[in-house]
């Protein structure tokens, strides 16, 4: 590997979020990677045709891949097949691989919000006033909605996914490279999702966040778990972000900040320097 590797770093810098300037993010990213390796931005879209000529391909705040499916289904195709080098890693069970992992944790029995996608498993589901109803190729809320009890029968099955919806006090995120916990950020008012405070975590928080972190297996990148502190107290996954997560890295203290790219810089290395998967 050359002493500055080559990145490309993959970002949709025209991307609208609600409540998140994507392209401030991968800026100030980008402008502190650049001490270590030589990097180019583009698209999601060019990612494909331009990866070849570069050490490692680094997938960050992209968007929804729903929007562009075919043409990020191909460049997973491609990437496998020449064997580049992607971080996060393509081998991720989390929200990379779809919203599979909701369902093989509620049935594995970790502390996640029940989710079932069959109506023969409605009866697994805790009694609840109204029920998320979302796609399992969703992302950023696209397609949710909720309904009544009474309105689960008729629902098209099978590309859905049901829960009770949670009456939680807060939301709560921690942030990873590879297996290190970095921060934490939390919501206080749950009806305003990206106005984030930092968060002291106690050690049973880290715990609960850690069991994710493992499950998951993904030796290199960056992930968010995302999670729902309930009325009784009790942490429950909302979701594993292993594909794109935003950082939200502005709400967050300098230190905190200089740790975090100094983690992602040592990351990166260890990745490039790492036999390459067969």
């Known amino acids: 590997m050359p002493a500055r590797p080559s990145v490309l770093f993959v970002t949709d810098l025209a991307y609208q979020a609600r409540g998140r300037r994507y392209c401030d993010e991968d800026v100030f990213l980008t402008s502190r990677l ?60 989390g929200d990379m691989a779809g919203k599979q992992y909701l369902l093989d944790l509620t049935a ?21 006033g109204q029920y998320a109803v979302k796609p399992k190729a969703g992302a950023d809320s696209i397609g949710l909605a909720f309904v009544p009890q009474d309105g689960l029968g008729g629902l098209a099955y099978g590309d859905i996914l049901v829960q009770p919806r949670i009456d939680f006090r807060y939301e709560v995120s921690f942030y990873y490279v590879d297996d290190a916990f970095q921060y934490a950020l939390h919501a206080p008012d749950p009806g305003r999702r990206w106005v984030l405070e930092p968060y002291e975590p106690t050690s049973t928080d880290l715990a609960f966040a850690d069991r994710f972190i493992d499950w998951n297996t993904l030796g290199h990148g960056i992930q968010r778990v995302d999670a729902c502190r309930t009325q009784e107290g009790e942490l429950l996954l909302v ?40």
């Open 34 to 93: 650049r001490n270590d390796f030589d990097i180019a931005l583009c698209h999601p879209l060019d990612a494909a045709a331009l990866m070849d000529s570069f050490d490692a391909v680094v997938v960050r705040n992209s968007g929804p891949v729903l929007h562009y499916q075919q043409e990020y289904d191909a460049f997973r195709v491609r990437a496998t097949v020449r064997g580049t080098r992607v971080y996060n890693p393509l081998s991720g069970r």
């Open 108 to 128: 594995a029995g970790y502390p996640v919000i029940p989710t079932v996608d069959r109506p023969q498993d409605l009866h697994m589901l805790p009694a609840a």
């Open 239 to 278: 979701e594993l972000e292993d594909l794109n997560p935003y950082l939200s890295l502005d709400l967050v203290p300098d230190h905190t900040r200089d740790t975090f790219v100094t983690s992602m810089t040592a990351s990166l290395h260890r990745f490039l320097d790492a036999p390459p998967h067969p």
